[in-house]
């Protein structure tokens, strides 16, 4: 897929061409999701806690996961999405790929400070996750190169 996905941290996801989406807004619930991106080509469903459930609908096309979380039985709602789109932008810079270094100077660069960061190493995976709890996004890299993006908002 060559139509660039952008990440709007605390907002959702938008492609720079406006289609087949223009903007993805955490807290839309999922029928409105599945009115635009059509059916999911993977639907997964599981209970988290005491009262949370979530669905996730993979979107292979887009390489995107797209979790939406139902409280106490009401309407699902996008809640946090993942990215392994090689064609992902965020602060108008690509950014698969980026290594470790060049990533932390990019979020350094737009508003973020030292103290906004953790890393974590995942000796099984072999990854090590970048969070930013500033904007509830991890980054995750292999080999000194990013591979994935998990982002969310509060869930309200």
């Known amino acids: 897929m060559n139509t660039e996905l952008i990440i709007l941290p605390k907002v ?77 932008i965020l602060y108008d810079t690509k950014i698969f790929g980026m290594n470790k270094e060049d990533f932390i100077r990019l979020m350094m660069a737009n508003g973020h400070s030292d103290s906004d960061y953790s890393i974590d190493y995942d000796g099984e995976l072999g990854e090590e996750c970048i969070s930013f709890e500033d904007v509830s996004m991890d980054f995750y890299f292999f080999d000194n190169k990013l591979v994935s993006v998990n982002y969310t908002v509060p869930f309200i």
Not at 33 to 55: M, P
Not at 63 to 74: G, H, P, R, T, V
């Open 12 to 88: 959702g996801l938008k492609t720079s061409t406006g289609t087949p989406f223009d903007k993805l807004v955490f807290g839309t619930p999922i029928d409105d999701v599945v009115a635009i991106l059509g059916q999911a080509d993977d639907k997964e469903s599981y209970h988290q806690e005491d009262e949370l459930f979530t669905t996730m609908l993979v979107y292979e096309l887009y390489e995107i996961a797209l979790f939406f979380e139902e409280i106490d039985k009401s309407t699902p709602k996008l809640g946090d999405i993942e990215i392994e789109n090689e064609n992902t």
